[in-house]
Every structure is written in C-alpha cells, then in structure tokens.
C-alpha cells in the first residue's frame, strides 16, 4: 500500500489541433494552474498554442483529480496518455 507521504509522479503531454490562438492559450494557461492549485499538484509543465507537457506530482488521490478535471474542462484529455508512477519516495 502507499504511505501517507508518498507522491505520485504524473507525466503527460498533449497536442491540440489546431493550435490554441493567443486568447484561447492564455485561458487555457490559467485554467491549468487553477486545476492544479485546486488539487495540490507541484511541478513543472510548458503550455504552448501547441498544447501541454507536464511533469507533475502530489498524492495519488489529487493526481488522479487532476486528470479527471483536465478531461472535465477539455474533452481533448480523453485522448491523452496520462503515466502516472505512485509510491515514489517523499524525499527523491
């Protein structure tokens, strides 16, 4: 089982086609770091007019939420390959 301090470490990326334009990426942009607030998810992602490339983390609960309201938000992200690895130690 996982341990209360263990972290799930999430990987994705996702194109969109066509590109985002400059309003729609700007939106698209506040709206993923809103999602991830709302879920308590740490890391690193780039979003482009091209889309979204995240390394992300949290417990395996939140990353999960996290998926599930990118799909809610866009229905793109039901194409997209969410990897997720849980029980990585707290401390690496």
Known sequence: GLKPDDVSILLFYQYVEPDWTEKEHRAALKKVISIGKAH???GRGRCAPEGLNCTLSGNA????NFCYALRKWNPIFNETDFKIEDGVPAEK
């Not at 609960?61 to 999960?64: E, L, M, P, W």
């Open 40 to 42: 308590n998810i740490k």
């Open 61 to 64: 609960k939140d990353i999960r």
